[in-house]
């Protein structure tokens, strides 16, 4: 049999930093927001119609093992061993332990999320009151000299610590964490530098007055933390405890992260339920019932975090953090009654923001190709491009007020007008007392209250229709030109802020015939976008309903939601998913891809099959392990030990290493059985932290010890999830994505020849891999033309 | 090899229909609420401990074939055919009729929902308002047989329908739905007649004033819709429609029930998000991003009708049907400002409610194994036992306010005190005027307007502690009692009932100490029970605040429900899971058992198995279908079709039949290929509405036609998903629940053996046919103590 496998990854050691761009094209390369330290780095991967096998050998590097999804790291003697020696009281201390992570997630996250919202209140407040008060002396240039001065200076301090400390930083995080909860094991994404960096990078960049959110990096924050806990800290810098053992495998980080990723949402939008529904649609990949439960258990957590700080903070001793300081819209006041004009309206909000979604996706995606030419070429260029933005930004927000006319104060208003403070809904910018700037309201106050003004109810006259047009189009533009730069930037407050300026347009032009006020009509514009860009639907509703409290808008929310995302999804893919594609990030989708029902399992096998024999010579491992990447080895027996050729199993590179350090050997051809145990015990071979596994490098292997041998079968897993050769791919895919798989054996049809014909890997299923084995695919008509159809 | 294999299910025409009581000690038998036309009824299924393999073979009965999970009904080269040959314009018809099916399903379970609703309020309303009036003319014997009288005939309908049309539809419709998702197949459950029974059962049921809600009927009136719509209508009443063949696979069947079950819940408490999330927690087994968007339309459609009747109505045009008509208790109008202590109370309710929903779910277990011996004896047992409950009814809602004391009424009041309509939170009953009684309040008034009065905020002082206790004491018990006889009975609104009774004396108890209204103290209650029995989190909690309006209680909702869970989680498993496991429905859990590690796959194998040729004689296939009752077959390819016996694939039963039933034979043994195109089309085979196959009487084959043969290679599922004899029972029970298959092949190790070791079908990984196997693997001790363990 001519079949051969390729299990992907050489080195494990640096699980990820093998990141380019996917780009079949002009091979041009999106430079990795990830560390540059890697060589692998400047690998392209995952690059089409290009036949070498050391490319597809790279492909699978960030894969992590996840066939621990059934909980059964490994199905062989040593670890029932392990279960059966697991007293209550250590299952006891499992679960008790699994659930006092989710409280330190929750404190954790609900800390951060806290603790970034009153610094950046205080330093962009700061940077704000210090300008108004320049304004109100009419130095008009000292103004803008102070405020592009303190823009260009956090934003450099940001850029700085993205760059230098931490690439994996910059961008949302979501992306990231979608695809490590896919199975994508991408190490310096949840570091405990990339930690800090996205705590402190976002909240210099937002303070620098960028046109980006905090919420996607809390959400990459609170996975990051999650990480951190669930690897029982770090190594690196001697922040370690014991309890790591309990949370050696990859399901249970998976799990921790995905309530780390939940914590996050809830800590941004004080949407504890949104949160769980964020984890469930857009982040997670697998989704058990008693996750639901500990994701929950997290948010709340962070809920009941806030709310005591803000409380605390409610005396005002939180220098300028006021009670908005969280996002927090509240529009419940206000008596919702809608007619059927309402629902034209939304239908068209709908429409509107799904084609202006879709654009603004396709826009992101070019821009940071472009910015990846410059990204690529270091650090300094990095932080020049932060730079040259937060100038343009400045520009933006200072220039663009001069245009807008002074308007005089409204009668009857709750706030000041103009405003005093560093916020507030009327800015006096140039104006003379009793009159404001409505441009300047949105301008020149952090993105937070910007959203809150433009949510605001009982202010349909206060905004100009010129001014949130300008607004609308420098928000857009700006929004697309800021994400890519290395800072830590979210998508939710640009995305939120053009959108609730375009529903405050729609809504004064509905002004007429309907009844809903301007403010909900600024909600629906931003839900439309919302969903035009980042295409989820139920998460995104119940985050706006937790945002704004006002439950009666939902049936509106939902239907501008639906429709925004029907329309957009005709045009192209999610900004999340776009930008994953664009890292090379190997995503496992759900659902087979119609072509694969034309092909078969053994179709895709590729690269050369490495078998080991049950009990196999030290030195054929040594060579297997430094001449191949592979992380998984067939084992089979054959006579004398079984009486024909017969698959016994698979092994991993990990387990491998732990037995080669240990010199588990023997000088002649027999199976030690349970010997094993007085060498090893079953944490010796649980998964290590990221990046903190056994190197080929700390393995001393005397000549004379080449020749001895090493009984496999108590290492092996001896029940392998197989396929025959004849299985169709896209029910192999179904299988591989469904039970989170790493390694599934392909067995031969037939008697009478080897007991395995090939390994599938992530890699396999990939469509790049698939469609340069086979080029007449077409993917775009899906038809099923080739000739191989019908065997 | 002696390992041989059972594929359940003798002819699957009446899918259901054999329900009996799982329990090994006594072999009593608990009625079920289905069919008793079957002549299988009485044979109980599932009975441990008697190895005849006519019980085995009767388990599977119920399970459908959900092998087309993953969309690839058959993955042979007649369905590749049909994916060819469906045009663009196909697959777009296909895509819009899914979503025109979410709409009328969100359209028809809207409008059943409020005409419930409107029909429940007047028939209770018109009887509450007759028997205050002849109170009010102090004719209290005339009132109580009044009372009493209408009580009676109410539920004298509501049981006669139930026992005499369709019985499947008494009980709240949850665990059969829960169990259909999950893959069993049980027609009545969805049957039109089951429909109609449940709305106007449902409707006659509450309005006789029995301790139930109409919450879980609902849930199941919505799958019914659905059910009816998926399959083109019922051919019995002469509704179909020919849009019927694109729905023919389970898994859109399932998909649209999933939406019916949301929509159901959408429709019931108004919380279209809560139905959602009900339906993925709770309800469906298997779960899609795609489907999650799909339901949160369904459940929008639900609620924008909803909000158009309830606008509509709103003008007095609905009888006797107010504004709060469908439940709605809006609490957003009290500040909520919580302390440490309300977290303590929080705590402590949650206690309260997970050991008495705890002790409820005990007592509703032993109460149905009661009821289940009366029901087994006929309609007419059902009949009077239903007459004898509502009896009792009656006269604690009669008879318990007399022992209340007339309360003087509050001086500052929003409602009419004493209430003067059928409604009202301060009855007269017995009382002179500027009096009320408090239990009156509670018991003569419909559930819903009860559970209002106990929300309502500022009342704390409106029901005094002695009436909360009685009222708790009488709720529970009635309850228990009522739920099992035979109407269609939802556990939701008693359980809020007695949550909301003892929350307001906790309430009480905390008054000193807490800033929080009673009223809310209820709600949070409410919660504690609702999770202590139903053991759902995010979903409740969303419902809860989707019908409180008010988002500020969520923390302390969230640890309610948390609490409860945990506690009661500690004693038994979820009342549904209880009632179901009770009806011997074969579920599937999401993840393996303990004991199942130290198994593997061969060692479950059961049953004599049966295989056919790849060409075979139609002799041998008749005698196969009459003889057995399995529903797929392993064909076999042996020489001279291959050169070596090879496992060719599986043939499902209703293709098989479908193939005899059109004759499709030939004289020799060759192999027919592609003519089979001239014969049939790919619908031909899709599967049937429930009850509407092929059966085995339809045949008509004459003598001669025996000795011809058939070729079974263009029906043969040539990709069955197969795992090796030695895989590890939970690495397989994974495999075979993720999958969501119906059939797995064992296919041996080693060489040089039959291809197919045996075929593990549902039952066979039921916790009764393993303990059945090995008696002495300890299910509570799960220890490992069987010798096989080192395998």
Not at 79 to 107: E, H, N, T
Request: proline share 4%.
């Amino acid at each position: 049999m001519d079949q051969e496998y390729n299990v992907n990854n050489g080195d494990n050691v640096n699980d990820i930093e093998n990141e380019g761009l996917l780009d079949g094209k002009q091979n041009e390369r999106y430079s990795s927001q990830f560390s540059d330290e890697s060589m692998a780095y400047n690998e392209p991967f995952l690059v089409k119609r290009r036949n070498t096998t050391s490319q597809i050998a790279i492909i699978g590097a960030n894969v992590c093992p996840i066939e621990s999804l059934d909980y059964e790291v490994v199905e062989n003697e040593l670890f029932k061993q392990d279960w059966r020696s697991r007293k209550k009281v250590q299952i006891f201390q499992y679960v008790v332990l699994k659930w006092a992570f989710s409280l330190l997630i929750g404190l954790g996250t609900g800390l951060v999320g806290f603790f970034s919202n009153i610094a950046v209140e205080n330093i962009a407040g700061f940077k704000l009151l210090l300008i108004t008060d320049l304004m109100t002396k009419k130095k008009y240039f000292k103004a803008f000299a102070a405020l592009a001065g303190c823009n260009v200076g956090l934003a450099a301090a940001a850029a700085a610590l993205c760059a230098l400390v931490a690439p994996a930083a910059a961008g949302s995080g979501i992306p990231e964490v979608k695809a490590y909860l896919n199975g994508v094991d991408a190490y310096p994404v949840l570091a405990p530098s990339t930690l800090f960096v996205k705590i402190f990078g976002s909240i210099l960049g937002v303070s620098a007055g960028f046109v980006v959110g905090k919420e996607g990096p809390m959400v990459h924050t609170g996975a990051c933390i999650a990480s951190l806990l669930g690897q029982g800290g770090s190594r690196k810098y001697h922040l370690t405890w014991t309890w790591l053992r309990y949370f050696k495998n990859d399901r249970d980080r998976r799990d921790m992260i995905t309530c780390g990723a939940a914590a996050g949402v809830a800590a941004a939008f004080r949407a504890p339920v949104g949160g769980v529904l964020f984890a469930l649609e857009e982040a997670a990949s697998w989704w058990r019932s008693a996750l639901l439960w500990r994701t929950f258990f997290t948010t709340a957590v962070v809920a009941i975090v806030l709310r005591a700080f803000i409380q605390y903070c409610a005396s005002g001793t939180c220098g300028l953090f006021g009670e908005g300081g969280l996002i927090m819209y509240d529009v419940s006041t206000v008596k919702v009654k809608y007619s059927l004009a309402d629902l034209l309206a939304a239908i068209l909000l709908g429409a509107i923001g799904g084609i202006l979604g879709s654009i603004y996706n396709y826009l992101v995606d070019k821009v940071l190709r472009v910015y990846s030419i410059i990204n690529e070429k270091g650090a300094i260029f990095k932080i020049l491009l932060v730079i040259a933005v937060s100038l343009l930004t400045s520009c933006c927000s200072y220039g663009l007020p001069w245009l807008a006319k002074c308007i005089p104060c409204p009668t009857v208003v709750q706030d000041n007008c103009p405003a005093v403070g560093g916020s507030g809904n009327y800015k006096p910018f140039q104006c003379k007392p009793g009159y404001y700037n409505d441009l300047a309201s949105l301008f020149l106050n952090t993105n937070d209250d910007a959203i809150r003004n433009l949510f605001s109810t009982g202010t349909t006259k206060e905004f100009h229709m010129p001014t949130l047009f300008l607004f609308f189009a420098s928000i857009y533009c700006l929004g697309i030109i800021t994400y890519g730069i290395a800072i830590p930037s979210g998508l939710f407050i640009p995305v939120i802020l053009a959108g609730a300026c375009y529903g405050r347009v729609v809504g004064r032009l509905f002004g007429s015939i309907s009844r809903l006020d301007t403010g909900l009509f600024a909600l629906l514009g931003a839900a439309s976008f919302l969903g035009g860009t980042m295409r989820m639907t139920v998460s995104l509703c119940v985050i706006l309903l937790e945002l704004t409290n006002d439950l009666l808008l939902l049936p509106l929310v939902m239907l501008v939601l639906l429709v925004s995302k029907t329309v957009a999804d005709t045009f192209n893919i999610g900004v999340y998913d776009q930008i994953m594609k664009l890292k090379g990030l190997p995503y496992m989708e759900a659902h087979a891809e119609p072509y694969m029902r034309n092909l078969v399992a053994s179709d895709v096998v590729s690269g050369p099959l490495v078998t080991f024999s049950g009990i196999e010579r030290v030195g054929n491992i040594l060579h297997a392990l430094r001449s191949t990447g592979h992380n998984g080895f067939p084992v089979i027996d054959e006579p004398p030990i079984s009486e024909a050729p017969e698959l016994c199993g698979i092994v991993l590179r990990s387990h491998l290493l732990v037995l080669l350090k240990g010199k588990y050997f023997s000088r002649d051809r027999v199976r030690t059985g349970q010997d094993i145990f007085q060498k090893f015990s079953a944490s010796d071979f649980s998964k290590a932290g990221s990046g903190k596994g056994i190197k080929m490098e700390d393995l001393d292997i005397q000549e004379e010890e080449m020749g001895m041998y090493i009984d496999l079968h108590p290492i092996t897993n001896a029940s392998p999830y197989t396929v025959v050769e004849t299985m169709s791919l896209a029910k192999a895919a179904i299988l591989f994505r469904q039970l989170g798989l790493r390694h599934m054996c392909v067995v031969p049809k037939s008697q009478g020849r080897a007991p395995i014909v090939g390994i599938l890997t992530r890699h396999d299923f990939m469509q790049e891999h698939i469609f340069e084995l086979y080029p007449h695919i077409d993917p775009h008509k899906r038809t099923l033309d080739q000739p191989e159809e019908d065997i």
